[in-house]
Nanobody, 123 residues
Framework: QVQLVESGGRLVQAGGSLRLSCAAS????????MGWFRQAPGKEREFVTA????????YYADSVKGRFTISRDNAKNMLYLQMNSLKPEDTAVYYC????????????????WGQGTQVTVSS
């Protein structure tokens, strides 16, 4: 089992920056690929970004490419999401997730999920 707890979400103005964190506990963090997903009101949960077990490979949704950066610190069991140039359409609950398969874009490939943290971007 892996327990995931997100933090860092808040209200921010458009154009601003925010850093989300995800603290992992339980099984060895470095054995899991990790991802960030988000869910806006009335919409399905969608892929944002993912990172390989070592952190050497990263993947991004087109909507956030160039603005968001995923990173991880396996020594600290931490996952991060640096979000820059935020837009109102980035408003959503952001979830971190762990996968024993690999850093995919499909929600079904992730076994462990956090409770989410709310990000609200005002225009």
């Amino acid at each position: 089992q892996v327990q995931l707890v997100e933090s860092g979400g808040r209200l921010v103005q458009a154009g601003g920056s925010l850093r989300l964190s995800c603290a992992a506990s339980g099984r060895t963090f470095s054995s899991f690929a990790m991802g960030w997903f988000r869910q806006a009101p009335g919409k399905e949960r969608e892929f944002v970004t993912a990172i390989s077990r070592s952190g050497s490979s990263t993947y991004y949704a087109d909507s956030v490419k160039g603005r968001f950066t995923i990173s991880r610190d396996n020594a600290k069991n931490m996952l991060y999401l640096q979000m820059n140039s935020l837009k109102p359409e980035d408003t959503a609950v952001y979830y971190c997730a762990g996968s024993g398969i690999g850093p995919g874009r499909d929600l079904a490939g992730y076994d462990y999920w956090g409770q989410g943290t709310q990000v609200t971007v005002s225009s």
